[in-house]
């Protein structure tokens, strides 16, 4: 790298890298704590509850592979190990999907909804504790716009899914 090109870097200095160290603290530890409880009380991790939670939320609980794997943030691969997890242990199956060409889906199963209803209690609890009253509601309303903000900068495809109105299927 010349000197020229390091004169050009825009580096973070004072409280801008301060900050950038907070936003680091935050991805790295927030996960592996919602993780560890998810783990702790409930057997699975924080991937799988993912997974669970963006099939429940979807009509028939049912979701093309290849969205399911832009919604939970994981590669293809990685998606496949998790359903084969939960495929395994009778909350998840595979099927053929017709949307949008011939894929395959993911489709929660009645003992994956219970599963994620038994679940949920705990991880919302957490969620709660770690992030939404620690930061109180402009806190958290200001956390999420800068979430979205930044997904739509880095993973555009992912934001487009986050955005796309989706009729519950709750209950």
Same mark, same amino acid.
């Given at each position: 790298?010349? $000197? ?5 870097? !825009?580096?973070?200095?004072?409280? +801008? ?19 560890? +409880? /998810? ?10 509850? +993912?997974?669970?939670?963006? /099939? @429940?939320?979807?009509?028939?609980? $049912? ?7 832009? /919604?939970?943030?994981? @590669? !293809?691969?990685?998606? @496949?190990?998790?359903?084969?997890? &939960?495929?395994? &242990? ?10 949008? %060409? ?23 609890? $957490?969620?709660?504790? /770690? ?5 109180? !509601? ?8 800068? %979430?979205?903000?930044?997904? +739509? ?13 989706? !009729?519950?299927?709750?209950?």
């Amino acid at each position: 790298m010349t $000197e020229r090109a390091d004169e050009d870097v !825009p580096w973070l200095v004072g409280a +801008q890298l301060e900050d950038w160290k907070a936003v680091m603290a935050l991805v790295t530890v927030l996960p592996a704590a919602m993780d560890a +409880q /998810l783990k702790r009380d409930a057997g699975v991790n924080l991937y799988e509850y +993912q997974v669970l939670a963006a /099939l @429940s939320e979807r009509p028939h609980g $049912e979701i093309p592979m290849s969205d399911l794997a832009r /919604l939970s943030g994981g @590669s !293809p691969s990685r998606l @496949s190990h998790a359903v084969s997890r &939960l495929e395994d &242990l009778g909350w998840v199956t595979r099927g053929s999907c017709t949307e949008a %060409g011939k894929r395959t889906s993911a489709r929660l199963t009645p003992s994956g909804r219970e599963k994620l209803r038994a679940t949920a209690p705990g991880h919302v609890r $957490e969620v709660r504790r /770690l992030v939404v009253d620690a930061l109180g !509601p402009e806190g958290f309303a200001a956390l999420a716009r800068a %979430g979205r903000v930044v997904t +739509q900068v880095a993973a555009p495809d992912v934001a487009a899914v986050l955005a796309a109105p989706v !009729p519950t299927a709750r209950g």
